[in-house]
């Protein structure tokens, strides 16, 4: 398949079954809200190394946000709902609940299964902490050095789909890196899916396991422009040499699906050799994303 | 999506308390016309069929599941208690403990209602566009809980002693309150639009009580200063609607209010909060 030029590899990628939750950040104005939830989801890159998948999936307006003031979507993705209650917890705590006027809600209300927010912040308040019901929710107000730090008492917890990804292999890095914003501007522009790693953009792409016992993961061998001389089979296009991956954790299967078709649809271009994706022969991952098959 | 209308027979309630219990949209609304006619009500000592005291007019495409609407009197007593479900439209006056009860659904008067309004409600909401008489949302006589949640809103006032003993859920009250107003409150939250409050919160354990016109605050509250409550914004965005779009625009701006902590004299976890 060509699209604007650009070979679409007939490949796929591997994606996994992950638990999630939506936490709504508020603040007193944009600026605040950016810097809470960039806190709230810094070090969450990839969960080899992370406790949590973490990303911002969106900025919400006035009407969508629950207290009117300037809001972000986040979500954030770990194998377990017991693994990511941790990690919320402990994020929420350090990172939400220190910023100054955020206040932090819960994104999935009609989730059945619940992760405790608020319920354990709560403790922080030493006693004088209050909670509130308005409608059927309940909130806690922590008192803090800025006024109050309100929290919702629990958010809730869904199945998604992480590891969803695209490759761009560029003829320069300039080119291949263009790319690669454009194509995570593009996702930007979806909801219901996050890019964890910097900028949205990966360039240490890993391949599972590594000839040192204790690593999980390294440094995806076929995918780099320095080795292709020593590595075993380099899957580099022979015109590239560089390659950036996206990836793209996202709430369904249909949110990946078109967040990777926006990526190739954005990516492609003169420049782009090839667009790819990483994938373990289908062995490890629940969920195949054809390449083809996304962009038909 | 279907429901009834019940008119009085004759444009006038019958003399005499007319018993509102049966009168609910979870248990009508979805009933057989030969049912909902043969339905039995208690007007004073005695008891009568329903369709000796209105016509029953079967209403189209109600947007409801479960949808009843009622002529109104001030001679109900406890009109729709019970409630689980559906919606209720009274049209008129609601009576004495009108929504006393009240487990879901909705209630709307769109005259005023008695005293009792919301007695001991569950859940749901009552809205009345009138005004309510004394011990809103409390409980009802011979007991001591009030309200344990769901939503009152008054378009109008409300009279003594609103919201006493409450326990959970919201009241707003569009225009001014009676003294006494969260007497003996245990959490929750009341809000009242307008007029100064005499005697707010006396005996206040937990919860809050929002006196937008003012309030004459009591010797057992401590006074905490100028807060800027976000929570508040959540509770405005729960008002929207007819009488309270101006309250909620005030709660949704941020202001400062003089928050004060008390009563002191008993658990002293409550606040009382005056426009700064």
């Known amino acids: ?19 999630f939750t939506r936490v709504i950040v508020t603040a007193r104005d944009a600026a605040w809200t950016a810097t809470a939830a960039q806190e709230f989801t810094g070090y969450a890159t990839s969960i080899i190394g992370c406790d949590a998948e973490a990303g911002v999936e969106s900025r919400l ?53 619940r992760l405790p927010l608020g319920k354990h912040l709560r403790f922080f308040g030493d006693g004088f902490q209050q909670s509130k019901i308005v409608g059927a929710r309940r909130y806690w107000r922590v008192p803090v050095m800025d006024g109050e730090f309100l929290v919702e008492d629990t958010v809730g917890v869904a199945k998604g789909v992480a590891g969803g990804n695209v490759i761009l292999e560029g003829v320069t890095q300039d080119a291949a890196l263009d790319a690669a914003t454009r194509a995570v501007e593009a996702i930007a522009r979806l909801p219901g899916v996050i890019t964890p790693f910097p900028g949205g953009v990966v360039r240490s792409g890993s391949k599972v396991g590594s000839r040192y016992k204790a690593l999980r993961a390294s440094t995806n061998d076929a995918y780099c422009p320095s080795i292709r001389g020593r590595v075993a ?64 | 999506m279907s429901g009834w209308s019940l008119t009085w027979k004759g444009r006038s309630p019958p003399d005499g308390w007319v018993d509102g219990s049966p009168i609910r949209p979870d248990l009508l609304g979805k009933a057989a016309i030969a049912d909902v006619r043969a339905a039995r009500i208690r007007v004073g000592a005695g008891e009568r069929r329903l369709d000796d005291l209105y016509d029953v007019v079967p209403l189209e495409n109600t947007g409801e599941d479960a949808f009843l609407r009622v002529d109104g009197s001030a001679r109900y007593l406890g009109l729709g208690r019970g409630m689980e479900r559906g919606v209720l439209e009274v049209i008129g006056d609601g009576g004495e403990h009108v929504g006393a009860g009240l487990r879901g659904g909705e209630i709307r008067v769109t005259g005023s209602a008695g005293e009792g309004a919301g007695a001991e409600m569950e859940s749901g909401l009552l809205r009345i566009a009138g005004s309510a008489g004394a011990g809103l949302g409390g409980p009802v006589p011979g007991k001591t ?12 006032s409300a009279g003594t002693e609103a919201g006493l003993a409450l326990r959970r859920g919201l009241i707003a009250i569009a225009g001014d309150a009676g003294p006494l107003a969260g007497h003996w409150m245990r959490a929750g939250t009341i809000l009242v639009g307008s007029g100064k409050l005499s005697q707010p919160g006396l005996g206040l354990r937990r919860g809050t009580i929002i ?37 909620a625009q005030r709660l949704a701006q941020g202001n400062a209010f003089e928050s004060w902590s008390g009563d002191l004299l008993s658990l002293g976890r409550g606040e009382i909060l005056i426009p700064a």
């Open chain 1, 233 to 296: 089979r380099s899957e580099l296009h022979p015109d590239a040499s560089c390659a950036y991956e996206i990836v793209i954790d996202g709430v369904d299967e249909a949110s990946i699906s078109a967040a990777m078709r926006a990526a190739a649809l954005a990516a492609a271009g003169p420049g782009i050799p090839r667009i790819s994706a990483g994938n373990y022969g289908g062995k490890l991952g629940k969920f195949l994303f054809h390449l083809h098959e996304v962009l038909r």
């Open chain 1, 1 to 19: 398949m060509i699209l604007h030029g650009t070979e679409i590899a007939d490949t796929y990628a591997e994606a996994f079954r992950m638990r």
């Open chain 2, 145 to 156: 809980r009030g309200m344990r949640g769901g939503e009152i809103f008054v378009g109008g």
């Open chain 1, 61 to 113: 307006s006035a009407e969508e946000s629950p207290d009117g003031r300037p809001a972000c979507s986040t979500l954030l993705f770990g194998f377990s709902a017991e693994a990511l209650g941790k990690a919320l917890a402990n994020r929420a705590g350090q990172c939400l609940m220190t910023c100054a006027t955020t206040s932090v809600f819960d994104g999935l209300p009609e989730a059945e299964e």
């Open chain 2, 211 to 247: 006196a937008l016109g003012g309030a004459a605050v009591p010797p057992g509250y401590a006074r905490n200063g100028p807060v800027h409550p976000v929570w508040l914004r959540l509770v405005a965005r729960r008002l929207r609607g007819a009488h309270f779009d101006a309250m």
